[in-house]
């Protein structure tokens, strides 16, 4: 009788169900979005291989359920066919999530999309102590939900005040959620409080007179957990500007519980174990 490594099946996307010889196949993703010929081709394998269909994860992934053990490599030969790959399971980096971004999106700030697929390519399966989320979020919005992540990145927009083409309307004090502006319309001035700005960009992208013009950058949030335990990520660093700091961030992070943690626990537990100052100390060290 043939042994079958569930384990390493599990590890290639493969799932067991609770049904003899039947797998749930995730397919590998990154940042939601597959080609219209790469749908035709799993509406096929879900038909020819499955029960007719399929299943969308809450990571912006699919899975095709009900995949024989006898079809396994099969499924995978076609699937290839059409660029599509199975997914990552087991403790390891999982499918990058993104919102569609400034490409889209009239609120996106920064082109989620890209650099979802710059962390795909860099980190998707990566093997660690236990599952890693990452997930991007394209503003304040936070449609993606940055903070539930183990590391969840939003974009940000830091605003700076043109004096000489305001006309001191109102406008940005009045959308500003935290109350960063101030004008007094008599005296013709206004007050900007950086230490109270949250980057969301609103006054830039409402101002009708382009008093207002920002710096699109990238707020980083560690530690996010959204499961059997609940944890809301923090931000340990200040908004980075430049993206390939933001690749070292996460490589460090990536390193850090690589070195610091235990199999079954996630980020957030490292954290609170280890210490987050230490983490704070590694990532600032590598980004000066």
């Known amino acids: 009788m043939v042994q079958v490594d569930y384990q390493e099946l599990k590890k290639g996307g493969f799932m067991k169900q609770v049904q003899k010889d039947r797998f749930s196949l995730r397919l590998r993703v990154a940042g939601g979005q597959l080609q219209a010929a790469q749908l035709k081709k799993v509406y096929q394998v879900a038909e020819k291989y499955g029960q007719g269909y399929v299943h969308m994860t809450s990571r912006q992934s699919m899975e095709i359920p009900f995949i024989k053990l006898a079809d396994v490599e099969t499924v995978k030969k076609e699937l290839a066919e059409a660029g599509l790959q199975p997914g990552a399971c087991g403790p390891r980096v999982r499918t990058i999530t993104a919102c569609q971004g400034c490409a889209i999106c009239p609120s996106g700030l920064i082109d989620t999309t890209a650099l979802a697929k710059e962390c795909d390519q860099r980190y998707y399966a ?25 590391l969840g990145i939003k974009g940000g927009l830091m605003p700076q005040w043109l004096e000489d083409k305001c006309t001191y309307c109102g406008l940005c004090e009045a959308v500003c959620p935290t109350k960063a502006i101030k004008i007094e319309h008599q005296e013709q001035t206004l007050a900007f ?39 809301i990520g923090k931000q340990r660093l200040p908004i980075l500007f430049d993206q390939e700091k933001v690749h070292t961030v996460i490589e460090t992070t990536l390193q850090f519980v690589r070195k610091h943690g235990k199999p079954g626990e996630r980020f957030a537990g490292t954290l609170d174990r280890v210490g987050w100052d230490r983490l704070e100390d590694e990532l600032k060290e590598a980004i000066k």
């Not at 949250?198 to 950058?217: F, I, K, L, T």
């Open 126 to 150: 990566r093997d660690l102590p236990h599952k890693f989320k990452l997930g991007i979020t394209g503003c304040r919005n936070n449609c993606l939900k940055a903070e539930e992540n183990d």
């Open 193 to 231: 409080d950086g230490q109270l700005c949250n980057a969301c960009g609103r006054c830039v992208q409402s101002c009708p007179g382009e008093a207002w013009e920002g710096r699109r950058g990238f707020i980083l949030y560690f530690g996010g957990v959204f499961g059997n335990r609940i944890a």
